[in-house]
């Protein structure tokens, strides 16, 4: 059963608020799309054809294309937690269900897709996303078809994955090369559990979102090669790197991992931010060594001190 539950922040209502997605028809000369230039059947092609964004496109053009229902239901957020479903409309109308089959089937997401706790289907869900133009997304505890994730991407700016496999036809692991080649807007990532790892340096450095600025990796485990996102790290300098892990890892991947932690701080590059490193049983010399690479970035970051000229002038 489906619960609505409106709230007032100001909106004037949905037909306002469309207008964020520029769904506004602009009038045009009427000589420009004639009967003669464009036959009937052609314009009504045109019409039950076009994608959902085309649509949008058209619409802007001339009013033919008008629908006299917007074909897709528009929502800023759904939201999935403990066994209920919620989404919110463009007028902050939100809806409450607990069953992914009264969910409409022609969504248009604006804004956010959480999903958490509970596993779901993860095919069913995203078939009834016509239009994602969310710009964050947030999983824990699912395992999400990569080829079904990639319908989601396109605009988003964050991502949080927790706890949270990303799976191919086959049921195996999707590397982190293949998650950042599917998130061309990414600015922000979170990854704890599961982590994706890198396979290729090559690959992963082409094609790496350039407005990537925030990356935090928590909790990864021996199948994260560290050696490889350290490599990363030292190429991206730019990015604010935030490491946790409170794992208990075998002695020979401490080992491993402490050589590639002192490698990232005796090559770091002062002008930027330096990463905050903290996981289980680091040894006090690294935790010492990246305090001191933190000093050593503030004094490089401090304009120098001048002296006042007056004082200058009476030496």
Known sequence: MKRRHSSDDGDSGCQQNLSRINIVPLEIPRRLITRKDFPTDVLKYMKLNATPRMSVKLMKICKYFKHREFPFFVIKLIKHCFGEWTYITLDNITITTNSLAEIPDNLWITERIIVSIEEIDFTAFINKIIVSDA????FVSQ???????????????????????LKDDDGNDICLDEVLESLPNLEALYLNLHCPTITSLERVNRVVSPKL????LDNFLENFNFGMFADFMLQHPDIKYTINSNQHLT??????LQIHV???ISEWDCQFLPPKIDYFQQSHT???ALALLHQQYILSSSPEIVAPEDDVQRE
């Not at 710009?135 to 947030?138: G, K, L, R």
């Not at 999400?144 to 496999?165: D, E, G, M």
């Open 251 to 256: 002695a020979e991947y401490m080992l491993q």
């Open 135 to 138: 710009e964050s997304i947030h």
């Open 213 to 216: 600025k925030v990356f935090r």
């Open 286 to 288: 690294s935790i010492n």
């Open 143 to 165: 395992t999400i078809p990569f080829n079904k994730f990639k319908h989601l991407c396109a605009n988003v700016k964050n991502f949080n994955s927790i706890s949270s496999y």
């Open 262 to 264: 002192s490698r990232i």
